[in-house]
């Protein structure tokens, strides 16, 4: 199936970006589309994705949830999950967990395109990379899968 000529050179980071710039927007929904921009499209969407997992499984009680956050947290990567998490933390568990879920929505069409485009050797766009090393930009926390969550967790998931 052929992708149509008006799709020749798109942007897949508008989506984002708009997103990003509108005001009527939740603000926590502005700050991961920003977060988000410029990222690999496969590396945004599996990273959001990872990271709505170990959420889910929190919302559900699950401690693999909370052992998969601090697995992602330590992690010695670039600082995207972590921004993503931090942008989010503290909001309320379920506005969290649909923040994150609306994301990967987006990162999950916006890598879609990306790949049809390229495997098509057709033209297709996305902002520069916001991360200038694969490492982290300063000391990166050891966390223990055993660590609190805040109140909103209450009766939630577990606050071990």
Known sequence: MKMERWLDGIDVDLTLLETRDDPDEP???????????GVD?????E???ELVEAVRLMVGG???GKAGLARILGRDGNDYQRSLWYAVA??????????????????ATRAEL??????????????PDPYVTDGPEGPVG????S??????WDGIADRR
Not at 41 to 45: E, L, S, T
Not at 95 to 101: G, K
Not at 142 to 145: H, K, L, M, Y
Request: some cysteine; overall charge positive.
């Open 27 to 37: 603000w926590t929904r502005r700050a991961l589309a920003g977060t988000s921009v």
């Open 41 to 45: 499209p496969m590396d945004a969407y």
């Open 47 to 49: 990273g959001a994705q």
């Open 62 to 64: 699950k401690p693999e």
């Open 90 to 107: 503290g909001r309320g568990a379920l506005c969290v967990a649909a923040d994150l879920h609306w994301l990967t929505g987006i990162l």
């Open 114 to 127: 990306w790949l049809r485009r390229r495997g098509q050797d057709q033209n297709v766009a996305k902002q």
């Open 142 to 145: 050891q966390f223990q899968a």
């Open 147 to 152: 660590f609190r969550l805040g109140a909103h």
